[in-house]
C-alpha cells in the first residue's frame, strides 16, 4: 500500500532481460515514490536502467516485452483504489494507460502512426479513454494543439507526421499523451532531439500544463541541466540501481555519491559558476557490462575513493544522508568529511 498523498510508489523493482549474452539484470532492486504533482527526474548514462524502469511502470514490459519483472508499482487511480501494475491484465493495463498515465517517447516519429493524420491520432486517444463522441473529441484536440502553441491547430489536424518539423511533432505527442488528462506523465528524453530553443519551450509547456493539472511528471534525462530547471527531486541511477536521491537543490549542492558528483562535474554551467577556466571533465572508465556487472558498489573500478577490499565486496545499501538525501556509498562519510583519499 501506498501513503494517501502518493501517486506511485515502486518496491523492489527488478527487471531481467534473457538475452543471447546471458542474463542482464537491467533493473536492480530499485524503490522509490512519486507524489501527486511532483516532478522526478531519472537521470544516469546509457544502459543504466532508465527506460527500462520507465517501461515497466507503464506495464510495457513483462512477458510480452521479453523481460521478467519482480517486485511491485503500486499506482493509485483516479478513483482512489490502488493497484499493482505487475498484477494488471492486459485489458486493465490499457485502461490505465491514457486514462491514468502516459509516455512520451524520445522518438515522436516512433509512436506517431505515419499514415494517419494528427486529427485521427490525438481523437481516436481521446474516443478511446474518454468516450466522447467524435466533434467534441475534436474540439478537445483542437484546444489542446492550440494550449501546446501550435501556430494553425486547424492546418496541423489534417496534416501528416512527416509534413510537421520535429519539434511540432514532439507538441503533438504531448497532445496525445495529454489528451486524457493523465495524472502520471512519463517523458523519456523528450527533448533530446530538439534544438535549445524547442527543449528550452517543451520544459515550459510541461510546467505549465503540470501547474494547470497538477499531473505528476517522471522526466528521463542524461541533461543535468535540465534537472535543475525542472526543479523537484532527482534519481540518479548507475547500473541498475538508485545511488542517490533527494531535492534536486540539495542533491546538487551537496552530491554525497562519487558518481553523482562526477556526473555534476561534467555540467558545464554548473562547472562555469564554480570554476570558468576549467575544462569540462569526463567520467573515466566505461558503463559496467549489463552482463558482468562488478562485484560490490558496480561503480568501484572507475571511482577515485574506492577501497580494496571493501567496495569491491560489498553491496552499499542507500542511506540517508540528511533530510531525506539518500545516497549508496559506502565512504560517503569519509568523503563528506575529507578523509577519503
Ligand atoms: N529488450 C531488451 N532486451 C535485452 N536487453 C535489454 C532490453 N532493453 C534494455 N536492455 C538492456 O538493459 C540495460 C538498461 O537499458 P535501458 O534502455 O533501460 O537504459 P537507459 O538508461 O534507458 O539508457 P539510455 O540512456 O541509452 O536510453 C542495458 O544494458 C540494455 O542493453
Ligand atoms: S562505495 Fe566505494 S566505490 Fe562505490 S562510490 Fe562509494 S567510495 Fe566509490
Ligand atoms: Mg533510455
Same mark, same amino acid.
Given at each position: 500500500m501506498i501513503e494517501p498523498h502518493k501517486l506511485l510508489g515502486v518496491r523492489d523493482l527488478s527487471v531481467r532481460f534473457a538475452t543471447e549474452a546471458g542474463p542482464v539484470l $537491467?533493473?536492480?532492486?530499485v524503490s522509490f515514490d512519486i507524489a501527486r504533482g511532483e516532478t522526478l527526474a531519472l537521470v544516469g548514462e546509457s544502459g543504466s536502467g532508465k527506460s527500462t524502469a520507465a517501461l515497466s511502470l507503464m506495464g510495457l514490459l513483462g512477458a510480452a516485452g521479453g523481460a521478467t519483472l519482480s517486485g511491485r508499482i503500486d499506482l493509485r487511480l483516479k478513483n482512489g483504489s490502488t493497484h499493482d501494475i505487475n498484477r494488471l491484465s492486459a485489458r486493465e493495463l490499457r485502461r490505465v494507460r491514457g486514462n491514468e498515465m502516459a509516455m512520451i517517447f524520445q522518438d515522436p516519429m516512433s509512436s506517431l &502512426? #505515419?499514415?494517419?493524420t494528427i486529427e485521427s491520432q490525438i481523437c481516436e486517444a481521446i474516443i478511446l479513454h474518454q468516450k466522447t463522441a467524435w466533434p467534441a473529441a475534436r474540439r478537445r484536440a483542437l484546444e489542446l494543439l492550440h494550449s501546446l502553441g501550435i501556430p494553425n491547430p486547424e492546418k496541423c489536424m489534417t496534416s501528416? #507526421?512527416?509534413?510537421?518539423s520535429g519539434g511540432m511533432r514532439q507538441r503533438v505527442m504531448i497532445a496525445v499523451a495529454l489528451s486524457c488528462e493523465p495524472r502520471l506523465l512519463i517523458a523519456d528524453? #523528450?527533448?533530446? $532531439?530538439?534544438?535549445v530553443t524547442i527543449q528550452a519551450q517543451i520544459i515550459e509547456l510541461l510546467k505549465r500544463v503540470q501547474s494547470w493539472t497538477g499531473m505528476a511528471i517522471l522526466f528521463i534525462t542524461h541533461n543535468l541541466g535540465l534537472v535543475a530547471e525542472l526543479g523537484g527531486r532527482v534519481i540518479v541511477m548507475y547500473a541498475g540501481r538508485v545511488v542517490e536521491q533527494g531535492k534536486v537543490a540539495e542533491v546538487f549542492s551537496h552530491p554525497c555519491m562519487p558518481y553523482t558528483q562526477a556526473l555534476l562535474r561534467s555540467l558545464p554551467r554548473l562547472r562555469r559558476a564554480r570554476a570558468p577556466r576549467q575544462r569540462l571533465q569526463a567520467i573515466p572508465? &566505461?558503463? #559496467?557490462s549489463a552482463v558482468d556487472r562488478p562485484a560490490g558498489c558496480a561503480f568501484h573500478p572507475r571511482c577515485g575513493f574506492a577501497a580494496k577490499g571493501m567496495c569491491d565486496t560489498r553491496l552499499p545499501a542507500l542511506e540517508d544522508c540528511?533530510?531525506?538525501?539518500?545516497a549508496a556509498c559506502l565512504r560517503w562519510r569519509d568523503i563528506a568529511s575529507g578523509k577519503a583519499a
Open positions: $537491467a533493473v536492480d532492486r &502512426n #505515419p499514415v494517419y501528416f #507526421p512527416h509534413q510537421l528524453e #523528450p527533448t533530446t $532531439a530538439l534544438d572508465g &566505461n558503463v #559496467p540528511g533530510g531525506g538525501h539518500l
